[in-house]
Structures are given as structure tokens and as C-alpha cells.
């Protein structure tokens, strides 16, 4: 079965109470895990869209303890339900919705008035998953370039990465990114596509440059927060 990556929208607030009635004994007050799995990392919710979730609760999961509740809570409620999930996507506090379109070029600069990372670079390339996430935290000045298709940075991306598909055209793409500000990309390879894009960049004259060591997935797996986008229409 083929799900949809179209949002599904509740009532977020009424999704949250059914949560906590219907579900919490299992999965936790705040998703992280009784006697179910955690529903709430980051790492479940930017691999699982929100039909998949929605049919989850629906029809319960095959060959698990997870029940279907299809006959016990109405349609809304498994979309409010379904909402009140993906409103967490980056974390407990977070209530930041999600994206509605593409980056446009005033917005590739993240923190634009803030200060330089100057990183210290493994092999003068690569930046590790914590530096890049303290440094993001600090509000420093960079631009994050995710190098996988548009359509899977649609899925999950880290915040503030803009879609820069490894074999794009540089001639449109770099438009607008200038070169004296900290460039970090990033792939699932883990390195692969970045390492190819960075080196382009570099070749023409992109100095301040760097690639993810551990790449999206590592990132994710280290419980750094990602951002699920929500557009429709995305070509590759």
C-alpha cells in the first residue's frame, strides 16, 4: 500500500487531549515509550508520513500490540490525533507549523545578523553532527544545503536547509548565495552527494564550505530535531 505524503490537518488541541486518554498508556504522555515504541523522536515522525501514522491508528499494526481503533474513535479524532503527532516533529515544546513552500533566495541565509561558526573541520571538510546543532542553537550565519531530491527534503530536512539536488545546475542554484558566509551540505550517503556538491562549490571559488560527517540520518539518529515539509506538486 502506497501512502500519500500529503499532511493530514486536525484539530491539534483536541488531538492532544484524545492522545492522552487513548493512547498515553502505552506510548507515553509525551511519545516517549511505556510499553509501546516512542512515536514522537524525530527519526519515527520525519520517516513516517502522515497517512501511514493515520492508518496506523486506524487499523492498528499487523502482528503488534497496537490495536486498531477505527471502531472507537471517530474520523476526526484519528486526523486530530494524526496532527496533534506531526505538531511535534521537532520536539515537545515546538508548535512551529510546517512549511508551505520552497525557500525563496532572502531566505537561503539562516540568521543573517548572526556570527560566524568557524567551525574546526575534520579533514578540512567535514563538520560533526553536534557542532553543526550548537551552532545552530547559537544562531550563527550559515546556509544548509540539502543535496537529496526535492521530494525527499519535502519528507524531512534539517530546519533552515534549503533543496540543492546534487546534480542541479550551479548556474541557477548557487544564485544568491554569496561566498563569504559558511556553507554546510548535507546527504543520507552519508557523504557522498555533499562531498560532490562541496567540491563543485569549491572549484568555483566557494572556500567557506563543509559537509555533515554523519550525514541526515546520523544527525537524526543523535536526536537532533528535522523539519517535514508540506508542498504539494514537488518535482524532481
Known amino acids: ?16 487531549t484524545v492522545y492522552q486518554k487513548e493512547c498515553s498508556s502505552c506510548h507515553g504522555s509525551k511519545g516517549e515509550g511505556v510499553t509501546g515504541p516512542a512515536i514522537m523522536n ?5 520517516h513516517n508520513t502522515d497517512e501511514f501514522i493515520r492508518h496506523a491508528i486506524e487499523n492498528g499494526r499487523q502482528n503488534t500490540p497496537m490495536l486498531a481503533f477505527k471502531d472507537k474513535l471517530s474520523s476526526d479524532d484519528i486526523d486530530n490525533i494524526t496532527a496533534f503527532l506531526r505538531s511535534k516533529s521537532l520536539g515537545w515544546s515546538d508548535e512551529t507549523p510546517v512549511l508551505k513552500a520552497l525557500p525563496t533566495l532572502e531566505n537561503y541565509i539562516i540568521n543573517k545578523h548572526g556570527d560566524d561558526p ?19 542553537n547559537a544562531k ?13 527534503w519535502q519528507t524531512a530536512h534539517i530546519e533552515g536547509a534549503i533543496p540543492f539536488p546534487y546534480y542541479a545546475d550551479l548556474d541557477e542554484t548557487v544564485a544568491g548565495i554569496p561566498k563569504d558566509v559558511q ?8 557523504r557522498a552527494a555533499a562531498d560532490h ?5 569549491r572549484k568555483r571559488g566557494y572556500t567557506r564550505t563543509a559537509v ?6 546520523g544527525w537524526m539518529n543523535q536526536g537532533y530535531p528535522v523539519r517535514r515539509g508540506d508542498i504539494e506538486g514537488v518535482s524532481d
Not at 524525530?42 to 520525519?46: G, N, Q, R, V
Open 197 to 201: 556538491t562541496i567540491n563543485r562549490l
Open 212 to 217: 555533515l560527517w554523519e550525514g541526515i540520518f
Open 1 to 16: 500500500m502506497k501512502f500519500s505524503t500529503n499532511p493530514v490537518h486536525g484539530d491539534i488541541q483536541r488531538g492532544e
Open 118 to 136: 568557524n567551525f574546526d573541520l575534520k579533514d578540512g571538510m567535514y563538520v560533526l553532527s553536534k557542532d553543526l546543532n550548537d551552532a545552530l
Open 183 to 190: 556553507i554546510v551540505a548535507y546527504c543520507s550517503c552519508p
Open 140 to 152: 550563527k550565519r550559515m546556509v544548509l544545503l540539502d543535496t537529496r531530491v526535492t521530494s525527499v
Open 42 to 46: 524525530p527519526s519515527a515522525l520525519a
